[in-house]
Nanobody, 128 residues
């Protein structure tokens, strides 16, 4: 079992940056692929970024490609999301999630239903 705790959210202006972190408990963090998702008010939870267990495969949603960077440190049990050039449309609650499927097909990398463990979320608000 994995417990996840996100941090780093906040209120920023358009064009600014934020770095989200997700700390995982347990000694099996490296056996999970990790994802970041977000959910804006009145909208469904959507995929943001995926990183494989050993960081050899990374995937981004088209809406954040080139602006966001996902990374992980298995020694520290953390996964991070560096968000640059933030836009008002990026406003949402951001969640990290753990996925034990291996190998993971393309659909399961981006589907919230494929992830077994979730953090409580951290609010990101981009507004002038």
């Amino acid at each position: 079992q994995v417990q996840l705790v996100e941090s780093g959210g906040g209120l920023v202006q358009p064009g600014e940056s934020l770095r989200l972190s997700c700390a995982a408990s347990g000694r099996t963090f490296s056996s999970y692929a990790m994802g970041w998702f977000r959910q804006a008010p009145g909208k469904e939870r959507e995929f943001v970024a995926f990183i494989s267990r050993n960081s050899d495969y990374i995937l981004y949603a088209d809406s954040v490609k080139g602006r966001f960077t996902i990374s992980r440190d298995n020694a520290k049990n953390t996964v991070s999301l560096q968000m640059n050039s933030l836009k008002p449309d990026d406003t949402a609650v951001y969640y990290c999630a753990a996925n034990s499927n291996y190998p993971i097909g393309a659909r399961k990398r981006i589907s919230p239903l494929a992830y077994e463990y979730w953090g409580q979320g951290t609010q990101v608000t981009v507004s002038s």
